[in-house]
């Protein structure tokens, strides 16, 4: 395996020093290379992502592929002025010269993809990395095997492995990968595996980005739109059977509302996934058997007011709101990840921004209320790495926002603009004249000392 890897390593090198990835005709061709391989592979993988996640058509397609049609369309149209070395102010100090940043690819890029979004979760950043200039080894995650086979068919067709490869294979692929030196390393996943890729990283000296979660609150004020908010949790929570890095974790809910909230909280996923979300046939399932285990595990952790049933077989796990819960439960010392809700109370704000403010930054944030003065206090009170005011996931599908975490739940970003930066390091470049120089700065100066000090006082 590690000759394998040093090889394509190799060979991606000495692409990537070739200069051939550089061209804007050549990005530009191997994205819509990309697009047009996928749309080839569309119904394999509309087929394999209902086998790994039983993700319903709608859900794959606006939640995965279309997202990932959507981004490459999105970088197309704006790669070429992403590309411009960008004019800066240059001081007075330095008259005669003029200033500019280009954005220069880092070479070989390294990305490994989580299972519970198997597609645009390895995709995006790929569109990324290839449109700045990289080459590319994607790490697939081996708990969605039928995915990642397509993916690396998808992948084979666009791209010659010396550009772009999909590599298969369990977490021994991913260590191997990460003893190699490379040139950047893009990670999806748990805050545990985050720690060690950045200890790889680290060794290495190489930049990361880091995506990872954590437990993101959701409040829903008083003042909130209650049927609303509780159909958009619903939602948020309960896509993908709440296996979504950005899904709202817990929920905090106002006293004055907490019995209304959690009657249209009922209603809503009875409206979405029917009055027996265990035979929903478009119900996404639990990925394994030891991720069902240990979420079926939390359900004693307090008693179930909306769902609660559990199906071993299928590994599903209807949506289920719990009470009864507090800090100390053990539902809530980690990040959920599944289609459990718990549901917390508050008389004042107060108490959500300490329970919030005492525990790592997390991923996403959620605020329902109408009042302005509020959401502006939340927002400015609550550190995350993005959310919605009045809605929740969204953020996540807009190209112009970036995504990305904030102290235990990631580092860097992407998306659109954000991921072809990621990808490149910003060059800084200073032209001087040669029609004239300038005497002050150097040593032998009569008059440079008094000069500097007047132009850098």
């Known amino acids: 395996m590690n000759v394998q890897i040093y090889e394509l390593l190799e060979l991606q090198r000495q692409l990537f020093a070739s200069g051939r990835t550089r061209p804007f005709e050549e990005r530009q061709q191997r994205l819509r290379a990309l697009k047009t391989a996928l749309k080839r592979h569309e119904p394999a993988l509309l087929n394999a992502l209902k086998q790994d996640l039983n993700k319903s058509e709608m859900e ?15 970088t197309l149209k704006r790669l070429k002025r992403w590309m411009k070395p960008k004019r800066v102010r240059t001081p007075l100090t330095h008259w005669g010269s003029r200033s500019y940043i280009m954005a220069e690819p880092y070479g070989v890029a390294l990305i490994i993809a989580p299972w519970n979004y198997p597609v645009q979760l390895s995709l995006l950043p790929l569109i990324g990395a290839v449109a700045a200039g990289n080459t590319v080894i994607l790490k697939p995650s081996e708990l969605a095997p039928h995915v990642a086979d397509v993916l690396a068919a998808a992948i084979g067709e666009a ?15 991913s260590t191997a990968l990460l003893a190699e030196k490379l040139d950047y390393i893009f990670f ?22 880091l995506e990872l979660g954590g437990k993101s609150p959701c409040i829903v ?18 896509t993908n059977a709440g296996q979504t890095c950005v899904a709202p974790d817990y929920v905090y809910v106002h006293r004055d509302v907490r019995e209304q909230f959690v009657a249209q909280l009922a209603h809503a996923i009875q409206a979405l996934y029917g009055q027996e979300p265990l035979h929903n046939p478009d119900y996404a399932h639990i990925i394994s058997d030891r991720h069902f285990a240990r979420l079926a595990s939390f359900l004693s952790d307090g008693h179930p007011v909306v769902g609660g049933q559990v199906d071993p077989e299928q590994r599903c796990i209807a949506p289920t709101v719990l009470e009864g819960v507090n800090w100390n439960s053990s ?3 980690e990040e959920i990840f599944g289609p459990i809700l718990p549901l917390l109370s508050y008389e004042s704000i107060e108490e959500v921004y300490e329970a919030v403010l ?24 609550i550190s995350f790495g993005g959310g919605c005011v009045n809605d929740t996931l969204l953020h996540f599908a807009s190209p112009y926002l970036p995504v990305g975490g904030v102290g235990d739940s990631g580092m860097g970003r992407y998306h659109g603009e954000s991921s072809f930066f990621t990808f490149s390091h910003q060059k800084s470049v200073l032209h001087q004249a040669t029609f004239c120089d300038i005497p002050f700065r150097y040593p032998n100066s009569q008059w440079g000392l008094a000069i500097i000090r007047r132009l850098l006082r």
């Open 60 to 74: 794959a397609y606006s939640t995965e592929i279309g997202l990932v049609y959507h981004e490459i369309n999105h």
């Open 159 to 173: 791209f010659e492995p010396e550009w772009a490869t999909a590599m298969l294979g369990g977490a021994e692929v």
């Open 188 to 209: 999806t996943g748990s805050v545990k595996i985050g720690r060690a890729v950045m200890t790889a990283a680290a060794s290495q000296l190489t930049p990361v980005t």
């Open 221 to 238: 004020h008083r003042d909130a739109d209650i049927a609303l908010a509780a159909k958009r949790v619903a939602f948020g929570k309960f």
């Open 331 to 333: 539902i809530m010392q």
């Open 358 to 381: 005492e525990r790592p930054k997390p991923l996403a944030l959620y605020l329902f209320s109408n009042r302005r003065e509020l959401q502006r206090e939340v927002l400015e009170r």
